[in-house]
């Protein structure tokens, strides 16, 4: 634990290791059923999908969006034109 003193209080805040903090997250998710695995996967792609819906840079991501799906459109397209029949 981390400790940091309140000066006013003289007492210690106390905050777990982040280390240990992923590690049980990530044991948590473990053991989860393959099922529910992407059921927690698809709550927290929906999660910042509505983030993004109610940033007020909703606007410059959706266009970073588009500028980076339209690079990867341009680079599979000229990976089937050298490589493709």
């Given at each position: ?41 698809v709550a927290l ?34 990976l089937f034109a050298?490589?493709?029949?």
């Open positions: 634990m981390n400790d940091i003193i309140v000066e006013e209080t003289g007492l210690p805040l106390r905050f777990p290791d982040p280390r240990k903090e992923m590690r049980a997250r990530a044991e948590e998710f473990r053991r989860l059923t393959p099922d529910d695995r992407w059921r927690e996967i792609m929906a999660l910042g999908l509505n983030m993004v819906r109610n940033s007020p840079q909703r606007a410059a991501i959706e266009a970073r969006w588009a500028a980076e799906e339209s690079e990867w459109q341009q680079l599979q397209k000229k050298e490589h493709g029949q």
